[in-house]
């Protein structure tokens, strides 16, 4: 009898510790990603933005090239098919805090990014669409 526990012990232990399925169903690769930005406040959409950008399973958040330098990810989550990421941006006495989310589903994406920046009140919101284009380059 003892060793019938053991052995249920045993493989219950190692059920426990299989690997859980590294990030989301996203296929690594050139990405077209396209934004489109509303900004409330001044009720302004600005035509839709296109640029390329590598992802992979280390780098799945969607990035404008215009980001400046001194922003840092300061969280980021992936629960099943979607990441989620707050980004904080400092400089020149204004902290801007950006609010993201994507769901993959294998070669395309689609989210949301909310962007606040202090001092003000105007909220920006960009909603992206993505689609794999093929390696990176």
């Known amino acids: 009898m003892t ?3 053991h052995v249920v012990l045993m493989a219950a232990v190692l059920l426990c510790a299989a690997p859980v399925a590294a990030g989301p169903d996203m296929k690594e690769g050139s ?3 396209t ?3 509303e900004m409330s406040g001044i009720a302004m959409k600005m035509p839709p933005q296109k640029h390329t950008q590598c992802l992979t399973k280390n780098d799945v958040i ?3 090239p215009q980001t400046p330098s001194n922003c840092v990810i300061k969280q980021q989550k992936i629960t099943g098919n979607t990441v989620t990421w ?6 020149d006495n204004v902290k801007t805090v950006s609010a993201g989310s994507v769901t ?5 994406f689609s989210g949301t990014m909310d962007i606040t920046m202090s001092g003000t ?3 920006i919101r960009s909603t992206m669409t ?3 284009m093929g390696p990176c380059q």
Request: net charge negative.
């Open 62 to 64: 969607p990035k404008d």
């Open 86 to 91: 707050e980004m904080e941006c400092t400089g």
């Open 35 to 37: 934004t489109t930005t």
């Open 3 to 5: 060793g019938k526990i």
């Open 121 to 123: 009140d105007m909220k």
């Open 104 to 108: 993959y589903t294998g070669e395309s």
């Open 31 to 33: 990405w077209e990603i």
């Open 130 to 132: 993505g689609r794999r």
